[in-house]
């Protein structure tokens, strides 16, 4: 018992020794400068770049904004700009999202769940996820590829709407899973304790607890993943998405268009009109972009309300 409060004395001496007063006002002054500064430069490429943004999305409203009307909507594309519509890149771009998410979402989270919940930490589950990470930052083009081998000709699904969200998928699938890993992780392991001491089981524990406080986290990552695969064009492209459409697509096995495929293809029309059509579509995938996204930032923070 003396040699543990002698110990216990000498610790505390060494601490007190360490950490001067005089030093740790220092450090903490190197601190508050630190924050500071990097807090203004953060501030300041904040601001930078959303001038930039402002501008861009100004001149393209400038440009484009004249030919947004009803019948632009309603239309479907046409050699004649006065008579050229949107309407099947719109309903094929809605139909690759809801696809996309119905897809990914539910494999990303069982994913993040089993890794994070039920997996052993070994070298196996350390070389899945070091290969998860690589694979969020494989160029969308090969992607693109890999859906035209297998979704497209290897599962003879055709260039349709399903071999577009499955490629499309395992576009996001990495960001889903890492970003729902992160949320799972800032649960608390005392709300885990908690839940077993009341007699909830695992399953339990993982689904009325863990998942529903991660909820948040997990609606963010969402919401990035399927931004990203709304405006993709390469993959859809290197699958054979079709840039003139003048049929909606009515189910999974239809040839489709996508608002960034037509707006790639009047992007590279030499005639001015064009352009401008291109222009007004882009306004309209940023509408539709936005909507989306309220509509996921509404879920989640209803589900933060929720938690408190």
Known sequence: MEERNTLENDIQTLIKKSLKPEALEKNLSRRRLLNSV???VALIGT????LFLAALILGIYKQGAHWLSANFLTNPPSRFPQKAGILPAIVGSLWLTVLTALISIP???ASAIYLEEYAKDNIYTRII???ISTLAGVPSIVYGIFGLAIFVRYLAFGRSILSGALTLSLLI???IIVSAQEAIRTVPMTYRMASYAL???KLQTVFRIVLTTAFP???TGVILSLARAIGETAPLITIGALAYVVSVPKTVWDPFTAL????YNWSTNPKSDFRELAAAAILVLLGLFLILNAIAVYLRHRFERRLR
């Open 199 to 201: 007699g909830a089981s």
């Open 217 to 219: 986290g997990l609606m």
């Open 129 to 131: 996820n070091l290969s």
């Open 47 to 50: 601001v930078i770049s959303m």
């Open 173 to 175: 699938l990495p960001t």
């Open 107 to 109: 494999i990303g989270v």
């Open 38 to 40: 990097f807090l203004v």
């Open 260 to 263: 960034p495929i037509q707006i």
